[in-house]
Nanobody
Framework: QVQLVESGGGLVQAGDSLRLSCAAS????????MGWFREAPGKEREFVAA????????FYGDSVKGRFTISRDNDKNTLYLHMNSLKLEDTGVYLC??????????????????????WGQGTQVTASS
């Protein structure tokens, strides 16, 4: 089992930056594909970003490309999401995800919720005007 705990959310103004963290435990972190999704009221869970276990593949949702950066520190067992130029529509609960089932990670596969078999509880990000 993998446990994921997100932190770093908060209330910010549009245009500000924020860094989210996801602490993982229960498996060798470097062997996990890791990702971020978000949920907004009345909307489906949306893919934000993902990074393969080897760090060789990094993928982003269209709405965050150029503004968000995903990174990982395998020594600290921690995944990060650096968010710049936040917009009102970035508001939502951000969830950390992990996968260890051996599926091939591609730009298409990581966007699907079924690729991921572990989820955190989420951290709230609110961007205000």
């Amino acid at each position: 089992q993998v446990q994921l705990v997100e932190s770093g959310g908060g209330l910010v103004q549009a245009g500000d930056s924020l860094r989210l963290s996801c602490a993982a435990s229960g498996r060798t972190f470097s062997l996990l594909h890791m990702g971020w999704f978000r949920e907004a009221p009345g909307k489906e869970r949306e893919f934000v970003a993902a990074q393969t276990r080897g760090g060789t593949g990094t993928f982003y949702g269209d709405s965050v490309k150029g503004r968000f950066t995903i990174s990982r520190d395998n020594d600290k067992n921690t995944l990060y999401l650096h968010m710049n130029s936040l917009k009102l529509e970035d508001t939502g609960v951000y969830l950390c995800a992990a996968a260890d089932r051996g599926f091939s990670a591609s730009a298409r596969s990581v966007m699907s919720r079924t690729f991921w078999n572990y989820w955190g509880q989420g951290t709230q990000v609110t961007a205000s005007s």
